[in-house]
């Protein structure tokens, strides 16, 4: 799987200061077309993915822009790109994508999926699940169809931690280890990040400064609703 690579932009002397106000229109009036809970088909360009849970979406047949929909998978927590299993992680999600999109043979990276959207985070990102194109020959995915999303399948595989998701915090005890059913498989199998085993740190405290391997104390999950 090739890495994702840099793009370079050109300043060029007298460009406009901001997007054209048609370009603007434009994003404005995708984004007032999004309905929530109601699932959709999106493109997504593998070069756009950004990491193991986030990538660019947008409406089939619309040209891709800086301004396409900014997707965060709902449920899961992958690596950061510059932890460790980051790159591997965003690499996992590429090839899922290409796995279980359907190519578009008139324009070279991009794929069809089904996004089921839940609302937006504190960034403006589109929270949902991402499913495969398939689906649609069987049922419309829906969030009780968790675990056949692609979002589901980070973590079976091991690049990714679940959380937030109601289905998976029933019957958990007080003296859990903070894993739910499916991390606790992908690391007893020492799969994706869980190579690591419990020096593997979750994106939150990496971010705060952890370099130790926090999964060793991890707080009730409901701090992460």
């Avoid at 619309?62 to 900014?70: G, Q």
């Avoid at 190519?103 to 949902?128: C, E, I």
Wanted: glycine content about 8%; charged content about 25%.
């Amino acid at each position: 799987m090739k890495c994702l690579l840099n793009a370079t932009h050109a300043l060029t002397s007298g460009a406009p200061s901001g997007p054209p106000e048609s370009e603007l229109a434009d994003a404005e009036a995708a984004k007032a077309r999004r309905k929530y809970d109601t699932p959709r088909v999106v493109v997504v360009n593998v070069e756009t993915i950004h990491d193991g849970d986030t990538v660019r979406a947008r409406e089939p047949g619309i040209a891709a822009t800086k301004h396409d929909e900014r997707v965060r998978l709902q449920w899961i927590d992958t690596p950061e790109l510059k932890q460790h299993y980051g790159p591997q992680a965003r690499e996992a999600l590429v090839a899922l994508v290409k796995t279980y999109g359907r190519a578009d043979p008139a324009s070279p990276g991009d794929y069809l999926l089904w996004l089921v959207p839940f609302g937006q985070d504190k960034y403006d990102r589109t929270m949902g699940g991402l499913f495969p194109w398939a689906e649609a020959t069987t049922m419309l995915p829906s969030e009780k169809t968790f675990e056949r999303s692609i979002n589901y399948l980070l973590v079976v595989l091991g690049f990714a931690w679940l959380y937030s998701h109601p289905v998976w915090h029933a019957g958990r005890h007080e003296n859990d280890d903070g894993l739910m059913p499916l991390e606790r498989a992908a690391k007893a199998g020492g799969l994706g990040l869980w190579a690591a085993g419990d020096d593997a740190i979750m994106p939150r405290w990496w971010r705060r400064g952890d370099r130790v391997g926090a999964t060793r104390h991890l707080p009730p999950y409901t701090e992460f609703l």
